[in-house]
């Protein structure tokens, strides 16, 4: 008799190992599965703040005015704060008596809120050389000191 109990816990026990492997194997395919699906997920909220950002900067700022050098975008969804941001360039040529100025703006918003986070404007001086001025710097309704240090703000919103 106890060879006979010794023999079906030796039976359950080995039935009990192929069950766990199973398990095991059947836990991986479906984090594998998990993880697929969360690609997928994200793939479509980038693109989705793609499409956005892209709506965003032609109704906000196109047309280009005739002073215009540069005026272009990128963006990004932030994963970590759910929200899709915009970074916009803008150069542009002063008005006379400024037309050989510089002028840079770069202005971080939130697409899907419509709120802007931050702004920098820079004046390039061609009278005086390579002199800056900065005109506006804040990066959440508070005011920054220099370009650098709005980029140094911005940068963790686009990044993450």
């Not at 793939?43 to 032609?58: H, P």
């Not at 002063?94 to 004046?123: C, M, T, W």
């Amino acid at each position: 008799m106890r060879a006979l109990v010794i023999i079906v816990a030796t039976l359950l026990a080995a039935c009990n190992g192929g069950k766990i492997a199973e398990l095991e194997k059947q836990t991986k395919e479906l984090r594998a599965e998990l993880e697929t699906q969360k690609t997928i997920v994200d793939l479509d909220t980038q693109a989705k703040c793609s499409n956005e950002a892209q709506r965003f900067f032609t109704e906000k700022y196109l047309p280009r005015t005739k002073q215009t050098v540069i005026l272009d975008y990128t963006n990004h969804y932030n994963s970590k704060l759910r929200k899709c941001f915009i970074k916009v360039e803008w150069n542009y040529r002063g008005s006379p008596p400024q037309e050989r100025d510089l002028f840079k703006v770069v202005q971080i918003a939130d697409v899907y809120e419509n709120v802007e986070y931050g702004s920098v404007s820079e004046h390039h001086h061609s009278e005086s050389g390579q002199m800056v001025s900065l005109d506006y710097c804040t990066v959440r309704d508070v005011e920054c000191k220099t370009s650098s240090a709005f980029f140094q703000s911005i940068t963790p919103l686009m990044v993450e």
